[in-house]
Structures are given as structure tokens and as C-alpha cells.
Nanobody
């Protein structure tokens, strides 16, 4: 069983930055592909960024150049650095892990972009 705990969300002004963190329990973290998703009110959950166990990254077009996903296997942690945030990016951000046939989700952290 893997537990994921996100942190770092909060209220930020448009154009501001936040860094989200997701700490994973267990020993499989370094072998897992990790993702960040977000879900805005009334909308479907959306994949935002992914990082493979080898460190390859991928982003949804709308965040390319502004978001950076990274991982620290020694700390069992994946990060999402978000810059130039927009009000429409207000959402609950979820950490997700894929390992073998298993899929794990965190509880989410709220990000609100508002002046």
C-alpha cells in the first residue's frame, strides 16, 4: 500500500507562483511514474504533468513553460513548481502514482488563484 500526501497549496495572486509537494510512503516510489492532476469545480480531472521513474517529463500544452515537475527519490517526493498562475487554474491538485498494475491517489491540495 502506498500513501501520497500533498502539500503546498494555498491562495496566490494571478501571476504568482507556488510549489506543490507530494510525499509517498513505501519503497516503490523510485520505480513509480508520478503525475499531477487537477480538478476545477464542475470540470473533469485533468492530467497536468507527468514524470517517469527515469525522469522524463511531459506536460499539458496549457502549462508548458510555466510548470515544472521534478522528483527526489531520496526523499520519496515529487514536486510541481507552478509560475505565472492564472485564475482559471484554480483547482484541487492531486498527486498520482502508477506502479505495475497499481494506481494511487493523494487527497488533494487546493490551489486558488485570485486577487
Amino acid at each position: 500500500q502506498v500513501q501520497l500526501v500533498e502539500s503546498g497549496g494555498g491562495l496566490v495572486q494571478p501571476g504568482g507562483s507556488l510549489r506543490l509537494s507530494c510525499v509517498a510512503s513505501g519503497s516503490i516510489f523510485r520505480f513509480a511514474a508520478m503525475d499531477w492532476y487537477r480538478q476545477a469545480p464542475g470540470k473533469e480531472r485533468e492530467l497536468v504533468a507527468s514524470i517517469t521513474s527515469g525522469g522524463s517529463t511531459n506536460y499539458v500544452d496549457s502549462v508548458k513553460g510555466r510548470y515544472t515537475i521534478s522528483r527526489d527519490n531520496a526523499k520519496n517526493t515529487v514536486y510541481l513548481q507552478m509560475t505565472s498562475l492564472k485564475p482559471e487554474e484554480t483547482a484541487v491538485y492531486y498527486c498520482h502514482a502508477n506502479y505495475a498494475l497499481y494506481s494511487y491517489w493523494g487527497q488533494g491540495t487546493q490551489v486558488t488563484v485570485s486577487s
